[in-house]
T-cell receptor, first 116, second 116 residues
């Protein structure tokens, strides 16, 4: 079946503009994650969605970052008033719910965001 | 807080030879999972191998195996018969077993170059 898809693949934006990044998880996966990978760095957890439960937003770096997940499927990560330090690859992953024993996370190809 | 450390930023190996990538972690938890992910230039994160902390036997997946030393909090990856397609960045990752979110905590990564 189809894997996790993300769009756009690359995004260049000017400092101060808002951007929206989209993630389409694997069908049937109720858990969805966003991670950020800055240049030459490991991945940093941003936010987690599980079904209709309140998301775990503990990794969001500032209030300029927000995310939503509509209908338990597609998710959008929004960055307002982008700054140059927001330049990174944003990766989305999906899985079956945490604690079910099927804990493998499947990653999308990421969106490379460049803030000029 | 849990941390994951990969002390080798870059490594190289000749095709068909064996290479070992190091990873150490810090946690006070007893129930957790460890992973090695591969990220080729395409940016797609691919799960290579996983280890449940409660299992004493080291995980093996074809040419990939781990040396899991729970007391030493060490989780190294051995790649046997290295192939050109193994060239990628490799990330070690940790997940708490008791976590409600299943978020992964990643190391900084090791770039592996397989030379012909």
């Amino acid at each position: 079946g189809a894997g996790v898809s993300q769009s756009p693949s690359n995004k260049v934006t000017e400092k101060g503009k808002d951007v929206e990044l989209r993630c389409d998880p694997i069908s049937g996966h109720t858990a969805l994650y966003w991670y950020r990978q800055s240049l030459g760095q490991g991945l940093e957890f941003l936010i987690y969605f599980q079904g209709n439960s309140a998301p775990d937003k503990s990794g969001l770096p500032s209030d300029r970052f927000s995310a939503e997940r509509t209908g338990g499927s597609v998710s959008t990560l929004t960055i307002q008033r982008t700054q140059q330090e927001d330049s990174a690859v944003y990766l989305c992953a999906s899985s079956f719910p945490a604690g079910t024993g099927s804990y493998e996370q499947y990653f999308g190809p990421g969106t490379r965001l460049t803030v000029t | 807080a849990q941390t994951v450390t990969q002390s080798q930023p870059e490594m190289s190996v000749q095709e068909a030879e064996t290479v070992t990538l190091s990873c150490t972690y810090d946690t006070s938890e007893n129930n957790y999972y460890l992973f090695w992910y591969k990220q080729p230039p395409s940016r797609q994160m691919i799960l290579v191998i996983r280890q449940e902390a409660y299992k004493q036997q080291n995980a093996t997946e074809n040419r990939f195996s781990v040396n899991f030393q729970k007391a030493a909090k060490s989780f190294s990856l051995k790649i046997s018969d290295s192939q050109l397609g193994d060239t990628a960045m490799y990330f070690c990752a940790f997940m708490m077993g008791s976590s409600n979110t299943g978020k992964l905590i990643f190391g900084q990564g090791t770039t592996l170059q397989v030379k012909p």
